[in-house]
């Protein structure tokens, strides 16, 4: 019984917040909260990205579990602050891309690096996302309450990539892991020769 809620819980979390995110737009007088919220499930670059975070530091064990994801968000907070002052930062896009490209190639060849590198490749990718969401926060709410909700739904996506990859690695099924990583790998790629 156990073993199924473990892999089933994350699935479907997976499947249903995205829709309970989007179930208030177009809403004129969305709270600063909500759409902090919503962001990181609006697109499915940064919410693959987000959960290959998880995916990893849970692949990769050790103190990586838990500061992989909190590398992530702090440094995404940051990013956040400079979208949100208009602060010119190149590339983002690209480097959004380039996030679905190297997280998923990182899980999908279980690649293990020491944690000042796997903290400064999943750091330089936070910076890009935190810059996208910080810069699109509509205007008229609190760049405090919305960066706290896109902290909170970052937080839960790694979470959701931490409980997979526990649930498949506890059922005997690590080639899962890795195939997911490759499919990340894969659309980061379709996303940059279509875009």
Partial sequence: MMRNFNIKFPLLVLVLLPGLAYAHVGVEHVSGWLAGIQHPFSGLDHLCAMVAVGLWARQTGG???WALPLTFV??????????????????IEGGIL??????????????????????????MFALFHGYAHGAEMPHSISGLVYALGFMLATL??????????????????PQWLRLTGALITMFGGTLYFVG
Avoid: Y
């Fill in 63 to 65: 103190r990586t579990l």
């Fill in 74 to 91: 702090s440094v995404m907070a940051l990013g956040g602050v400079l979208g949100m002052m208009a602060i010119s930062l190149p590339f």
């Fill in 156 to 173: 839960i996506l790694h979470v959701m990539g931490i409980a997979t990859a526990s649930g498949l690695v506890k059922i005997g099924r």
């Fill in 98 to 123: 380039l996030s679905l490209l190297i997280l998923g190639f990182l899980v999908a060849f279980s690649i293990q690096l020491p944690l000042i590198a796997s903290a400064a490749i999943v750091g």
